[in-house]
């Protein structure tokens, strides 16, 4: 285009004082052409018009930098424009340089300092040159005129993190597509999916006229509504032999005897992921539909899933009706195969994890019951507790079992050996079927993990009031327990008892603090991701677990009874009375984690000896981001626990 743009961009090949830094040399034509190459290799540049392109370009002016030369610092006063790296890095340094100083690195390709330039404040790091560094500033001025004509540009300032995050799932989805089993996309509100209104009638109608218009209408279900059109109970076609005919009640009574109330509904809001896990854990075909509480339409599970005879319901239906151990194993393959064509459809982390952990669920209770038969234990005497991902509703693919049991006060010791064989019969079914023994031999076929409801008790007051820091070390993956199977009132009881023992503890927290702060981020002094030799970095153990553990003793110092992780740190967010994008930053940061985690393990890495290990190099530019923003967050709820605990 030559230079009918008036490009105004500028030129400094060497590094004079800074208020000379501009100088009046213009670039060739054929240079232009490869900024616009550049700039187009980025986000938010990619997705924007050729028009806002050559906007940017027209109205910046280029810079050079020495190593540890300043670009900008809180003395320079109200941010006067963007920066944008064209070569080289910057590091942001804010307040004094520490093991767990807050250190971050920009790379070429990123903007800053953004949240200053929008809100027209100073910047509250010093910001430096690490490398020879060449930048485009853009004056405050043009980027506010910019984001006006440029919507890309615009969202991009606004919401940076999510935008990355949304560009990330996309190149997910593209990078999936010949996987996936299905183009439906579960992520679409119910809204979308509603196609007409749902057939219903009133409690009085008689079951004669209810059925012959399900005959007439070929729908599998009679949705029975009040008045101002709220669900009060559902009828399906399944309902019709148990209820009606062998209960042989005449077609002249009201539908209201017969229906089953109240009925399970979810509103318009809410995905076709919702209700597909409302479907399978509660054995439903057809879910209502509501809009300001009332049904405007129904979703069956036909509607759902049509996944080449893959479905959420139909793996749980497999797990239920297993007979015997072996079809059970056989059964269990089908949790990865719906987890690999999921992950393909763009679900995301929070809602797949939850369906593994469920579909987990489904498995081990099946499992509990059969070996309960054989064994002639009781379950409903018994607590079955999930631990560690498990009990916090985060399963992956690559995970091994972690579980204990519950056993009344009056168990007898010959009572303990039964449950202890039935227990550790459980444990090597589950191995077999695709969840290896737990090394630590946190199982409840152990002895140390069958105990009654006072030894429980006894042994959280000992880690809680007297553990070392070793044994909360140990023991941390106890204090995500839930109830999986059996009496529920055991848990619920304990975990009472748990949460207000910490709570009155300081120092129990304390020392919990200070083994979370062992945990390494994988950031470098400079604030650049750090890997090892082989340019990899353990997603687990350098980043998701940091979130677990801070969640984890938030949720404890504030009495709360979540165990997991989501739902602690915003809930424990609130609590702290923090701005929700602030824990809502952790919330996508350690989401962001479990997808990455998710797509190693989906894509073979469940196979290897380190699932969790991720190599750098192989991350596209927007995921390479995201993960350094993410560690930087880790970093900062790190910093968090330093100062509340580390007194």
Known sequence: MGFDLHLKLK??????????????????????????????????????????????????????????????????????????????AVTGTRGLVAPMGDVFEYEAGDLLPLSEAMAGRPVTAVYRASADTFVLTLPVLAMQTLARQSPVFADFLNQHTHQLLALSRQALLASYATQALTEQHLEKPLEAWLQRSPMSCTPETPLREALQAMHQARIGAMLVTDTMGQPLGILTRFDILGRITLAQVSLDAPIAQVMTQPVLSLTTAHTAEDAALLMSRHGM???????????????????????????????????????????????AEGIRRLAHSLLGQGVQARQLTAMISHLNDVLTEKLLALKAEEHGIDMRRLCWLALGSEGRDEQTIATDQDNALILPNDTTEAQRATALAFAHDVNLVLDACGYPLCRGGVMAGEPACCLTWDEWRAR??????????????????????????????????????????????????????????????????RGAIDTDANGTLDLKLQGAAIFVDVARIYSLAHGLTQTNTRQRLEAAGQHMALAENEYGAWVSGFEF????????????????????????????????????ETLRVARQLQQRLQLDYQR
């Open 460 to 525: 959280f007051e000992q880690w809680v009031r007297q553990g070392t820091p070793e044994d909360l070390l140990n023991a941390s993956i106890y204090f995500d327990f839930r109830h999986l199977s059996g009496d529920a009132t055991l848990a619920h009881s304990l975990r009472q008892e748990v949460v207000q023992a910490a709570q009155q503890t300081p120092r129990f927290l304390k020392q919990m603090a200070l083994n979370a702060l062992t945990r390494g981020v994988a950031l470098n002094w």
């Open 285 to 331: 075909r057809h879910v209502p539909i509501t809009r300001h509480g009332a049904a405007v339409g129904m979703v069956s599970e036909r509607d759902l899933f049509a996944m080449q005879q893959q479905s959420l319901k139909s793996v749980s239906s497999s797990l239920r009706a297993a007979t015997d151990s072996a079809s059970l194993i056989q059964a």
């Open 11 to 88: 030129f400094i090949m060497t590094a004079p004082p800074a208020h000379e830094r501009h100088s009046d040399l213009s670039p060739s034509g054929s240079l232009l052409g490869n900024f616009r190459k550049e700039l187009a290799e980025h986000a938010p540049f990619a997705q924007m018009a050729h028009a806002d392109l050559d906007f940017f370009l027209s109205h910046a002016s280029q810079h050079y930098y020495a190593p540890e030369d300043v670009l900008i610092e809180p003395a320079s006063g109200v941010v006067t424009q963007l920066f944008y790296i064209r070569r080289g």
């Open 593 to 628: 984690l479990q997808m990455l985690r998710l797509r190693i393990q989906l894509d073979g890495g469940a196979a290897l000896e380190q699932p969790n290990r991720l190599r750098v190099a192989q991350l596209n530019d927007i995921d390479r981001r995201i993960l350094r």
